[in-house]
């Protein structure tokens, strides 16, 4: 079996790189937007460069080799058999959301998200005409968050037409456990709720934890759920713009393609479809390993945390490579907490107000790099922490 190196630093400066490139000042030790900092697994990059090597890069269409890549790989990693004809494709995750809410809810419907929750999921539904119901997640005092089921569903009214969700959970790192998921697919039901549930982080789930698609619940949550997945967090592939979601009802599926053919009548990308494939067909084994690493990153980024910086409360994560962190301690919030780490350690994380109010002394701190990226990190802030 091969050996990958998750240790090696890769300089991704002058790549037009959003993370280091985009990042204010070269001395700011970058530590955002949720892009991992390690090398393509090399069978990507082998596939990518045999097709590179053929000099045609014309139409392509969505052929059986890139379905039966999908259609496995959900059924091996997340447990739920589908259908080729179930996948329809989006360039990323986030464009599927705002088609959804525009395929199945009409102007001044509400839409449930779970807040704290990534930006785009407001987005998504306000900028489409439609109006958020905010079900604002409940934490205990260890940073674990939950769902207050009988409050979420005292939220809905006749105009409520969608569930939101996001599992894993960005930025609260909890993986919704069967029974969450259960409760939430009854009260789809009862309600007669579409589900949209974005699934993108769901290949990075740590020991002791398991991915559950709310669609792979039952046939009634099949034929109400659009979910989207996508290889882009999971294999480092975001700049490729690939994504895909998964949707049984064909009544549905023809509400998303009516969208999607007026939005944008897309082919493919066809690097996109290429690594998709390879990463799928070839880079499991690469996955796995860097599953182990990632946990390492994250125990030790927990611990470090714990033990230095104790001004700071760290929500342990399940799942994703996001550390949510509750400055509360440090006495700032919003844009102070922000200028605070930007300027006094020389870090850049994401505030945790842009995911919800009630987040204002919150920041995302990204681990997915090399342990030499994520401790210059974490030295950084506790020497900030210290001279305050
Ligand atoms: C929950 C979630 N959904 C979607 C995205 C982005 O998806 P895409 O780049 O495919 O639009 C992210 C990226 O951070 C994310 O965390």
């Not at 525009?102 to 990534?118: C, E, H, K, S, W």
């Not at 409050?151 to 599992?167: A, G, V, W, Y």
């Not at 409360?313 to 509360?328: H, N």
Request: hydrophobic letters at 40%; a negative charge.
């Amino acid at each position: 079996m091969n050996q990958y190196n998750f240790d090696e630093i890769i300089d991704r400066t002058g790549t037009d790189c959003l993370k280091w490139d985009d990042n204010g000042s070269p001395d700011i030790h970058p530590m955002w937007v949720a892009d991992m900092d390690f090398a393509v697994a090399p069978e990507i990059q082998a596939a990518m460069e045999r097709r590179l090597r053929h000099p045609v890069y014309g139409y392509t269409f969505h052929g059986d080799g890139l379905l039966d890549a999908i259609t496995s790989w959900v059924g091996r990693r997340y447990h739920w058999n589908i259908e080729k004809e179930w996948v329809e494709f989006s360039p990323g995750v986030v464009p599927a959301l705002s088609m959804s809410v525009l395929a199945f809810t009409n102007p001044g419907d509400r839409v449930i998200i779970m807040t704290p929750v990534y930006r785009p999921f407001y987005n998504s539904v306000r900028e489409n005409g439609r109006v958020i119901v905010n079900h604002q997640l409940s934490k205990d005092e260890n940073g674990y968050y939950t769902i207050d089921f009988d409050r979420l569903e005292s939220q809905i009214d006749k105009r409520t037409k969608m569930i939101m969700m996001c599992n894993p959970h960005n930025p609260a790192g909890r993986v919704w456990t069967r029974e969450e998921l259960t409760a939430l697919a009854d009260i789809a039901k009862r309600h007669d709720l579409i589900v949209v549930s974005d699934e993108i982080h769901a290949d990075f789930i740590y020991s002791g934890h398991e991915h559950i698609s709310i669609a792979s619940l039952s046939e009634d949550m099949a034929n109400r759920t659009v979910t989207a997945y996508a290889p882009s967090k999971t294999f480092n592939l975001a700049g490729l713009c690939q994504s895909y979601v998964v949707i049984p009802n064909p009544r549905m599926r023809d509400a998303y393609m009516a969208i999607y053919d007026g939005c944008m009548d897309l082919g493919s990308n066809v690097f996109g479809m290429t690594a998709l494939t390879a990463a799928y067909n070839e880079a499991e084994g690469w996955l796995d390993q860097l599953l182990v690493y990632l946990e390492a990153n994250r125990d030790y980024a927990v611990d470090y945390i714990r033990k230095n910086i104790p001004e700071i409360k760290v929500c342990v994560p399940e799942g994703t490579y996001l550390l949510w962190l509750d400055c509360a301690g440090l006495g700032l919030k919003n844009e102070e907490l922000n200028q605070f780490f930007l300027e006094k350690a020389k870090v850049r994380m994401n505030m945790g107000y842009r995911f919800g109010e009630q987040a204002d002394t919150f920041m995302r701190l990204n681990i997915g790099c090399p342990r030499a990226l994520l401790d210059e990190g974490l030295s950084r802030i506790e020497r900030a922490v210290k001279a305050r």
